[in-house]
């Protein structure tokens, strides 16, 4: 009986709304973390895998960036403390999409294809390590506890709708 309350309890767990705007930022930055390492992994024997991939990264990235732009930037850049900071990972943005939109035009099989998508891994573990580690504990000292709440819902509103809209 204790297991099954356990993985009910996980379950539960598992499908709540997160607590702040940073623990729903973070979950997507683990998730597109998770998503890197497999399409990484792939080789000229799984090319298949690359293409499913990738549309799941290209769609978790695009939606995150959005929610972010329209929701979380528009504070932390009116801040004097954030300021800074929130124009660099709107400038990393930028970046992210110019090479989305790159690997979206190229053949998934080939050699540059994978290196870039690399690049792509690499602009984006630093973009989220700036967060987590500067951006966000500079954040908390200026959005209050009860904003933070409603930021999250907000965030993971707009990605379900940039979503729904493809």
């Known amino acids: ?30 998730k597109v973390e998770k998503l890197f390492e497999k399409v990484l992994k792939t ?8 293409e499913p991939l990738f ?10 960036a959005d929610a972010e732009e329209k929701i979380f930037y528009p504070v932390t850049e009116g ?12 400038e990393e943005h930028n970046l992210v999409k110019l090479l989305l939109e790159e690997l979206k035009e190229m053949d998934s099989q080939s050699d540059v294809w994978m290196a870039k998508m690399k690049v792509l891994s690499e602009v984006v573990k630093h973009h989220v390590k700036e ?3 500067e951006l966000f504990p500079k954040a908390k000292k200026v959005i209050d506890k009860n904003l933070s709440r409603s930021m999250a819902d907000e965030v993971e ?4 709708e940039f979503k729904k809209a493809g």
Not at 79 to 90: F, N, R
Not at 157 to 160: G, N, T, V, Y
């Open 43 to 50: 080789s000229e024997k799984n090319f298949d895998d690359r």
């Open 55 to 64: 549309n799941e990264i290209y769609q978790e990235l695009s939606a995150h």
């Open 1 to 30: 009986m204790r297991s099954k309350n356990v993985k009910t309890l996980k379950k539960l767990k598992n499908n709540a709304h997160p607590a702040n705007v940073y623990e729903k930022l973070k979950e997507d930055h683990r």
């Open 79 to 90: 801040e004097e403390k954030t300021k800074q900071l929130t124009l660099e990972a709107y």
């Open 157 to 160: 509103q707009e990605e379900e």
């Open 131 to 133: 967060e987590e580690e």
